[in-house]
């Protein structure tokens, strides 16, 4: 079954703690939280505080998404503020596979991850490093952006290393992920879809849910 993370940037954070109770009551298997320096992307979001501050409502997993340079130098605090999944960029300075293996020191599970102009192939020194691998099909730090197919290539990539290597790695999407989208990610082989506007819009977020989570892992397969 695949397994869905509404993105909480798509929330309203003047009601957060309602939110994660609302996307928990509508099914979610994850809660996908987009953390943004302002450096590495444009935008700034959330920080550890936030996180911490979220943590106290809910049991549901926290993936955390690090649009951040240097990722290493916050892992202690976001694993502290309760991250369950940390993801960092693989183009985003310092040492990454220190980073990925104090992640995992932390009892947290590593993820990386890549945008849609840096090659797949980034990816192959870390692979045996993850728990997670996320792949952007948007540009990371802006909401609202369409689908880009380069992303299908990747993850079908990525599901051939899995199937080789680790049946157990979780293959998330994130960036213009709606009903049909979300379908042929499953089918180049996701396990996990990420998504903000389209289940926060969703007229029913639980019904919208229980549609994704049908696609299950060997759609198209």
């Known amino acids: 079954m695949t397994k869905v993370a509404p993105s909480l940037l798509s929330a ?8 994660i109770k609302r996307i928990e009551a509508a099914g979610a298997d994850w809660a996908h939280l987009d953390v943004m320096d302002g450096a590495f992307v444009p935008n700034i979001t959330m920080g550890p505080p936030v996180i911490a501050s979220i943590r106290k409502v809910t049991g549901m997993p926290f993936d955390v998404h690090l649009m951040i340079q240097r990722p290493e130098r916050y892992v202690k605090q976001f694993a502290e503020a309760g991250s369950d999944m940390l993801t960092v960029h693989v183009d985003a300075g310092g040492d990454i596979k220190k980073t990925l293996e104090d992640i995992r020191d932390r009892g947290v599970m590593p993820g990386i991850t890549l945008n849609p102009g840096v090659p797949v192939e980034s990816l ?13 099909t948007v540009e990371a730090g802006f909401g609202g952006q369409s689908f880009q197919d380069v992303g299908l290539s ?7 290393y899995a199937d080789a290597q680790n049946p157990r790695l979780e293959i998330s999407v994130d960036g213009g ?30 019904r919208e849910i229980a549609l994704w989570k049908a696609y299950g892992p060997d759609a198209g397969r």
Do not use: H, Q, W
């Open 12 to 19: 309203d954070f003047s009601m957060l703690g309602d939110e």
């Open 124 to 136: 192959d020194p870390y692979l045996d490093l993850v728990d997670l691998v996320l792949i952007m």
């Open 154 to 160: 990747k993850i079908a990539r990525v599901r051939e």
């Open 177 to 206: 992920i709606n009903r049909e989208t979300g379908r042929r990610c499953v089918e180049a082989g996701a396990t996990a879809l990420a998504a903000g506007s389209s289940l926060f819009g969703a007229a029913d977020m639980g």
